[in-house]
Every structure is written in structure tokens, then in C-alpha cells.
């Protein structure tokens, strides 16, 4: 006697579930492990990937590149994308106070090139026979004995 299959309802709904829970246990750990792949990934970049290997600095008539470099604080094998950019910027305009403005180029892989632009002379002021030229953040540039023509000259009454 051959016996037949027997349709039984309850276990086919039993498997149908079975099926469901296994494809969310697969969709819900190919998740997890695609996060923890993008994380790993994105530490290996902020702390062993990408290392600074050459810096250069440019835009400068005032400063060499060199006094540059070594103001801003950075150095070789820092990272080029945590190298703490504020804090350079902020060493920069304390230390080489004709400064104006800085940018920081990344040429990946490994490379650095901080942009300066010199402080130009935004007004002037006499004091006794001598003007002095400020920049437009507030810095006294330079001492002239004649007021420069492309700057306007700030008059002070006296009390």
C-alpha cells in the first residue's frame, strides 16, 4: 500500500512562515554586514587611509612657502581629511599676521597645498607725520610717510 501525501493546511502555512522568517534573517544580516563594511571603511580612511605626504603652500609674496608649512602646524603623515583645518587657519593668521585669507586644496591621494592670500591695505590713518595702512581684519600692515592712493584714510578728532 502506497500511502499519499497528505495535504495538510497547518503545514504549509508553517512553512510559508518558515520561508518568510528566513528571507528577513537574510535581508536584516546582509544589512548589518553592508553597515559594519561602511563603517570599517570609513574609519580606515579617517585614520590609516590617506596619509599627508607633501605639503605645499602657494599665493604668498610676503611669507616663503616654508614659513607656511611650518606655521600652520601640520605634518607629514597627518591625515588629509582630519588634519583639524581650523586649527591651522587659526595658527596661520596668529603667527604670520599678514595673512588674509587660507584655503586647503586636497590633491588625493597624499598631497597638501594650502592657499594664503597676503592682507592688502583697506585704510589708513595718520599719526603724527606717518600714516599707517590696516587691513580689513584690523591689522596694522606698515608704516608710509605718504598716504597710499587706493585706500581711504580714516580721520580721527581729537578730544
Do not use: H
Not at 39 to 51: M, Q, R, S
Amino acid at each position: 500500500m502506497k500511502q499519499e501525501p497528505i495535504y495538510d493546511e497547518f503545514l504549509e502555512k508553517r512553512k510559508a512562515r518558515q520561508r518568510k522568517a528566513k528571507k528577513k534573517r537574510a535581508i536584516i544580516s546582509f544589512i548589518f554586514l553592508s553597515l559594519v563594511l561602511v563603517i570599517t571603511a570609513v574609519i580606515l580612511c579617517l585614520t590609516v587611509f590617506f596619509p599627508i605626504n607633501s605639503i605645499s603652500a602657494s599665493g604668498s609674496n610676503i611669507y616663503t612657502a616654508d614659513e607656511i608649512i611650518a606655521q600652520s602646524g601640520i605634518k607629514a603623515g597627518d591625515n588629509i581629511f582630519t588634519f583639524g583645518e581650523k586649527q591651522a587657519t587659526a595658527n596661520l593668521k596668529k603667527n604670520l599676521p599678514f595673512i588674509e585669507k587660507v584655503d586647503f586644496v586636497r590633491n588625493l591621494p597624499d598631497g597638501l597645498l594650502i592657499k594664503v592670500s597676503d592682507a592688502k591695505a583697506y585704510f589708513c590713518y595718520k599719526q603724527g607725520e606717518s600714516y599707517y595702512n590696516v587691513s580689513k581684519s584690523g591689522w596694522v600692515l606698515e608704516r608710509v610717510s605718504e598716504k597710499s592712493e587706493d585706500v581711504f584714510e580714516v580721520k580721527l578728532s581729537g578730544a
